[in-house]
T-cell receptor, first 111, second 114 residues
């Protein structure tokens, strides 16, 4: 069966440290993968997109890697800040430009 | 703000009642998506439109659910004979419909069925 797995346990991290989140998938061959941020009671907000032929993408303090052999993406928040506290969702492009989401990982950055 | 808007933001209803939600996408976005999200889970795809055509429906979308996008602009999602299991956040997203897609989400409608 097709699965997208993110660590369901919350990630508690000290301000200034790097948070690393994992997204693993099985039985998919996505052309691209996206990461979204979601705050409580709000809709997801797009952060980064990485294509299957790209190894790494950066945007400000965010970095995403994509390993199609391992079927894994890593999402890094460097120099984390309390304002980075949120749930982070990975999403795979599946047939027909549809996005299939993982369950999300909650990040809590402590000052 | 010209982002995606959804109304109402919250809806409480009794089991067996019908409810209708509205989504106004970003203007000129061709694609419109509906998702359902329950607590602690990621959004689950329900259906999507390319302009006014409904192109795909998830098996999650039972016969009690119907969605429309009559003029290729706003969309409505109706749930008939609501059940307690329908309680969730209903999210709408839109995209430009060209090439690699970024989806822009609305704030969602939170439904509670008593």
């Amino acid at each position: 069966s097709q699965k997208i797995e993110q660590n369901s346990e919350a990630l508690n991290i000290q301000e200034g440290k790097t948070a690393t989140l994992t997204c693993n998938y099985t039985n998919y061959s996505p052309a691209y993968l996206q990461w979204y941020r979601q705050d409580p009671g709000r809709g997801p907000v797009f952060l980064l997109l990485i294509r299957e032929n790209e190894k790494e993408k950066r945007k400000e303090r965010l970095k995403v890697t994509f390993d199609t052999t391992l079927k894994q993406s890593l999402f890094h928040i460097t120099a984390s800040q309390p304002a980075d506290s949120a749930t982070y969702l990975c999403a795979l492009e599946t047939a027909g430009n549809k996005l299939t989401f993982g369950g999300g990982t909650r990040v809590l950055v402590k000052p | 703000d010209t982002g995606v808007s959804q109304n109402p933001r919250h809806k409480i209803t009794k089991r067996g009642q019908n409810v209708t939600f509205r989504c106004d996408p970003i203007s000129e976005h061709n694609r419109l998506y509906w998702y359902r999200q329950t607590l602690g889970q990621g959004p689950e795809f329900l259906t999507y439109f390319q302009n006014e055509a409904q192109l795909e429906k998830s098996r999650l979308l039972s016969d009690r659910f119907s969605a429309e996008r009559p003029k290729g602009s706003f969309s409505t999602l109706e749930i008939q004979r609501t059940e307690q299991g329908d309680s969730a956040m209903y999210l709408c997203a839109s995209s430009a419909g060209q090439g690699v897609e970024t989806q822009y989400f609305g704030p969602g409608t939170r439904l509670l069925v008593l």
